[in-house]
């Protein structure tokens, strides 16, 4: 039985956000690295075509599905899942320096991804992103205007199986005020930067001189 792998320890911080389609997961995580320039976003691959003014290398890394899977079977993501019957990763290269130059990294992934990053990484933050309710997420879904009515069904019917596995987080945001849930999420950033441990990685001269180590 192959054992599994050890869990890698960073100077940089990893703070994983996920949340159901609609929630606005990524316009928070845009605003908070506006704020926060110490943060760094990981792009994510997709086999998803582009919506709206979705650029290449900005929202996601583009790709066809067997440059995925080849990507797959070459071993260059941390974590990949399928979600909405397009398939996601994350690249090794994408986060893997950056970690270990001392930058924090946020990822917006799925919450399967987001539990697999776990197992790699036992430091890194899970914050999840709730809707205040059910009807409050269509009409955003609605809103939005990209997606047909089947395809909002489907978002809905899936987001409740992604809700459920909020309690699997460290944190968790409810997005009712935006200006609130922007708060909540940079107070996480934050409190999570000065943890004992996490100060002790990225600061591991001063730990060392003042025996702490």
Same mark, same amino acid.
């Given at each position: 039985?192959?054992?599994?792998?050890?869990?890698?320890?960073?100077?940089?911080?990893?703070?994983?956000?996920?949340?159901?389609?609609?929630?606005?997961?990524?316009?928070?995580?845009?605003?908070?690295?506006?704020?926060?320039?110490?943060?760094?976003?990981?792009?994510?691959?997709?086999?998803?075509?582009?919506?709206?003014?979705?650029?290449?290398?900005?929202?996601?890394?583009?790709?066809?599905?067997?440059?995925?899977?080849?990507?797959?079977?070459?071993?260059?993501?941390?974590?990949?899942?399928?979600?909405?019957?397009?398939?996601?990763?994350?690249?090794?290269?994408?986060?893997?320096?950056?970690?270990?130059?001392?930058?924090?990294?946020?990822?917006?992934?799925?919450?399967?991804?987001?539990?697999?990053?776990?197992?790699?990484?036992?430091?890194?933050?899970?914050?999840?992103?709730?809707?205040?309710?059910?009807?409050?997420?269509?009409?955003?879904?609605?809103?939005?205007? #990209?997606? &047909?009515?089947?395809?909002?069904? +489907?978002?809905?019917?899936?987001? *409740?199986?992604?809700? !459920?596995?909020? /309690?699997?987080?460290?944190?968790?945001?409810?997005?009712?005020?935006? #200006?609130? &849930?922007?708060?909540?999420?940079? +107070?996480?950033?934050?409190?999570? *930067?000065?943890?004992? !441990?996490?100060? /002790?990685?990225?600061?591991?001269?001063?730990?060392?001189?003042?025996?702490?180590?």
């Amino acid at each position: 039985m192959k054992a599994a792998p050890a869990p890698i320890e960073t100077p940089g911080n990893l703070f994983v956000v996920a949340a159901p389609s609609g929630t606005g997961k990524s316009s928070l995580v845009n605003a908070l690295l506006e704020l926060d320039s110490h943060l760094t976003l990981s792009v994510s691959h997709t086999t998803r075509a582009p919506r709206g003014q979705e650029q290449d290398g900005r929202e996601y890394w583009f790709v066809d599905e067997p440059r995925f899977r080849a990507m797959v079977e070459g071993g260059e993501f941390f974590e990949w899942a399928e979600v909405h019957g397009h398939l996601y990763g994350t690249s090794r290269k994408a986060i893997e320096s950056r970690l270990g130059a001392g930058e924090d990294v946020v990822l917006e992934i799925d919450w399967q991804g987001a539990l697999q990053i776990k197992k790699l990484f036992a430091h890194a933050v899970l914050i999840f992103i709730l809707p205040p309710s059910w009807d409050e997420l269509r009409q955003r879904l609605q809103r939005r205007g #990209e997606d &047909a009515p089947p395809v909002i069904e +489907t978002r809905m019917a899936n987001a *409740r199986i992604e809700v !459920a596995h909020a /309690r699997d987080f460290d944190f968790v945001i409810i997005n009712a005020l935006f #200006e609130t &849930a922007l708060f909540d999420l940079k +107070t996480v950033v934050h409190s999570q *930067r000065l943890r004992f !441990a996490a100060q /002790r990685r990225n600061k591991s001269q001063v730990f060392k001189a003042l025996d702490l180590l």
